[in-house]
């Protein structure tokens, strides 16, 4: 009964072609957030949305891209994905201060 | 932009509580402190959430003193599978959350 599903869970992609991962909620949480988490780092927030109200993290390059259809789904596109890129990408959702995470995609770049 | 401090790594056994500390010097009065459980290719796990005094749930008791500078999070006689990193993080006011560097625990027989 997984709530914050992300797919794939592998993905491989070619340095700058583009990528996009994809997360969905049947939590029906306002809010959705995009983490990137490299290997033994903790995860670094993107950007989340609160409903649709995208807000950006300062430091979040501008190859980094997100869009939210609607309250269940969010994606994020890697314009032209490069080798730095690779890391594990973590959807989740909050409700009074509490993050539900996805299992996450990992994003290889060959 | 606060930071929160954690041990990187600790050891224990079974059986055994083990506390593991944050720092948080520069938390805002609002804010609440989160505990999240990370295993290997797995999205982290919600523990336990305190504002201040003593929060204990079915896994785990929080600890968080007057100040609200530091927190600690209490596992009562663990096992193998509490084997895992432990992320400490707070929550500013624009719904953001900042992670701690994370607390790696082993757990031996």
């Known amino acids: 009964d997984a709530m914050v599903i992300q797919n794939p869970r592998y993905q491989v992609t070619q340095f700058g072609k583009p990528v996009t991962l994809s997360c969905s909620q049947t939590?029906?949480?306002?809010?959705m957030y995009w983490y990137q988490q490299k290997s033994s780092q903790a995860p670094k927030l993107l950007f989340h949305?609160?409903?649709?109200?995208?807000?950006n993290e300062a430091d979040t390059p501008d190859n980094f891209q997100s869009r939210r259809p609607n309250t269940s789904f969010c994606f994020l596109d890697i314009r032209s994905p490069g080798l730095g890129d690779a890391a594990m990408y973590l959807c989740?959702?909050?409700?009074?201060?509490?993050?539900?995470f996805g299992a996450g995609t990992r994003l290889s770049v060959l | 932009l606060a930071k929160t401090t954690q041990p990187i790594s600790m050891d224990s056994y079974e059986g055994q509580e083990v506390n593991i500390t944050c720092s948080h010097n520069?938390?805002?009065?609002?804010?609440?402190i989160t505990w999240y459980q990370q295993f290997p290719s797995q999205g982290p796990r919600f523990i336990i959430q305190?504002?201040?005094t003593k929060v204990t749930n079915e896994v785990a008791s929080l600890f968080i003193p007057a100040d609200r500078k530091s927190s600690t999070l209490s596992l009562p006689r663990v096992s193998l599978s509490d084997t895992a990193v432990y992320y400490c993080?707070?929550?500013?006011?624009?719904?953001?959350?900042?992670f701690g560097k994370g607390t790696k625990l082993s757990v031996k027989p």
């Open positions: 305190g504002y201040k």
């Open positions: 949305y609160y409903d649709k109200d995208f807000n």
């Open positions: 993080l707070w929550k500013g006011s624009q719904g953001n959350l900042i």
């Open positions: 989740a959702t909050s409700r009074q201060n509490i993050q539900y």
């Open positions: 939590l029906n949480h306002n809010v």
């Open positions: 520069n938390i805002a009065t609002n804010d609440y």
